[in-house]
């Protein structure tokens, strides 16, 4: 007999004045789930308020559900764009759908709806009269609901038995600047649900276990059910899992309970509980409180957004502890849930707020618990690989390199386009990154912990609220009296290349004199430290013009050195050095790599490779390759192989001389110019 699960659910959000931001909506759903065929059977009541300035004549709900109908809809299309064919090949059973909608009144009249070929996941609906400002209408809805695999996207049905169920009931659209957010469904998290209550009367087949993060006011059991009454309130949306046997645990904070089913089975459950404490502390301390008693972390949260880096390593390489690395996966989703739940933004077109808090914060926990952490753990201590710059990068450090492949590329993008806008490594990984280094970069210019400051009050003051990108940029002004507009024009909403170097400089025993020019013609703050034996005599921030001196205390500096510890997101280090002796060949000293490394401000780095071939009229024809290719493309870039024929007697080699120009704002991406050589000479040993 196929299972049914029976759910009543309501929700309402408070409207406390005719200023407040949060939207009151009614809704109760019953709902009839077939296990067995992944359909539910929905009739649903609707009692909408117009929170708005303006009176409507239409009322837009989510449907993201509907986005698994066919191969045409935005969802498809994004999945064609990062050539996901899983969905296209797919059958019909395994996508999902929304069918068999009706929406009427108490009354019976039939209200009528449509969906836009732009938008197949939203619904329309036009309403008989203008609603008012203040004024409520009631929605009757009854449809179907057909429940996708969740190999597409991690949301739905899997071969197990197990369902979790995310953005499947029709709820209505947030509404603001005198219009409804119509986001259509691209596998992006970023759903503009307005704010609610919910209730929830659950009524479930024994032999099924719920995972929630709404709170569980009954649960009562019979022969034959299982009888739960959940509510929630403040919401955008939750986490519902139903499963054969719960795979959760559930771990108790001072103020919340934890629920997560986080892949730990290498550590013991009193190392998760630690780690969780640990994490959830921390983020309290730097962020703020979480206002609801349940926070649900699930393996499916990490596995859609997973920490680059520790996931792309194979099982048998395990350069962290598993203690280690199951904190860092639980701090990355626990604020990936936090946020979303409890702060909300316009994760569309405003993503780089929630991303750059989350790394932030990501970056500030690393540095008070694990500071001497590296970038391959315990690989750092090898031997073999103690000469190797990618082994000696402190944890924090890849961010920037993360972001700098693409930037490197001519590949990166403005922090604050839409997020469906944005290419997949970028949307995943790079954006994301750069978004917590600039407000890094914006903490340290600021000094005196401004920027942590701003993300505490921010969301403290919001949460639970609709809130802006703006709202964030003014409580950040507050912190300071300095101009920070160049921030969020340059930093957040272009892509203009931060690259700076010394023009001239004049020194004496006692004091340094100096220019700086901006190689891409743009300006922002930048510190300058004086370094003798490699430690730092003095830093200074300046803010630098094309035609501005400045005199700085020498210390006994034998250098002096632009963005010294990397705070800001700069183009290239390595033009940043200017040495204060007399006689010195070259600001940074040469240092010889083994193969392949990453990029190393810190010296010229000259990579080489032994080579051996052999054939039968030369013989063995040992050889040496020399280049500067690193990780990170660069402008320039050599590559010359000498060697020696024993057979002939003769020295031959070849070379190759490129230059890379990406071009930022044209149609044209990159020009290379290339030059190729071949050399070949004859070795007279009668002489």
Known sequence: MNTILKISLSFAAFLASINSSIAQHRNQLFVEVDTKTHILNIKQEIDFLNTST???????????????????????????????RGFHLAKEEERGKTSNLSIFSKEHLFFSWKRTEENPDLIVVKLAEKLAPNEKINLNLSYTVKIPSSKFTKIGYDDLGNINLKHWFLTPARNENHAFVKHSNENLDDIANAISNFDIELKLDNGYAVTTDLNTIEQSTNNDYTFYK??????????????????????????????????GDKITPEAQAQAIDCVVRFVKKLVGDYPFKKIVVSQTDYEKNPFYG??????IIRPFTDEFTYEIKFLKTYLTVLLNNSLFIDNRNESWVHNGIQVYVMMKYIEENYPDTKMLGKASSFKLLKSFNLTNLDFNEQYSYFYMLMARKNLDQPLGVPKN?????????????????????????????????????????????QTTAIDFENELK????????????????????????????????????????????????????????????FKKWIEPTNDSIYSIERNNASKIVLNYKNEVPEYNLRNNWKSLKTFFPNNRPVKFVFMKDLEDPYYNQLLYVPTLEYNLYDGFIPGMRLHNKTILDKPFVFDVNPAYSTNAKTVSGSGSFSINHNYRNSRLYNVKYSMLITIIATVDYTM
Do not use: C, M
């Open 310 to 315: 520790l996931n792309q390593l194979p099982s």
């Open 54 to 84: 303006d009176s409507i004549s239409e009322i837009v709900l989510n449907d993201w559900n509907n986005a698994y109908a066919d191969v045409n809809t935005p969802l498809a299309r994004r999945f064609s764009d990062e050539f996901y």
């Open 421 to 465: 806008t944005l290419i997949k490594f970028n949307e995943q990984i790079a954006s994301k990154y750069r978004a917590g280094l600039s407000l890094r970069f914006l903490n340290s210019y600021l000094e005196n912990q401004a920027v942590t400051k701003s993300i505490n009050d921010f969301y403290t003051k919001n949460q639970g609220q």
């Open 478 to 537: 507050q912190q300071t009296n300095k101009d920070l507009n160049w921030f969020f024009k340059t930093i957040i909403n272009s892509r203009d290349l931060v690259d700076y170097k010394f023009n001239k400089v004049t020194k004496t025993n006692d004091s340094i004199q100096f220019s700086v020019k901006s190689k891409t013609g743009i300006n922002v703050p930048v510190p300058v430290y004086g370094v003798d034996k490699g430690k730092i005599v």
């Open 230 to 263: 959940l509510n929630g309130e403040n919401r955008v949306n939750f986490s519902l899992f139903i499963e054969p046997k719960s795979s959760f645990t559930s771990f108790k904070s001072d103020h919340f309970e934890v629920l997560t089913n986080l892949d």
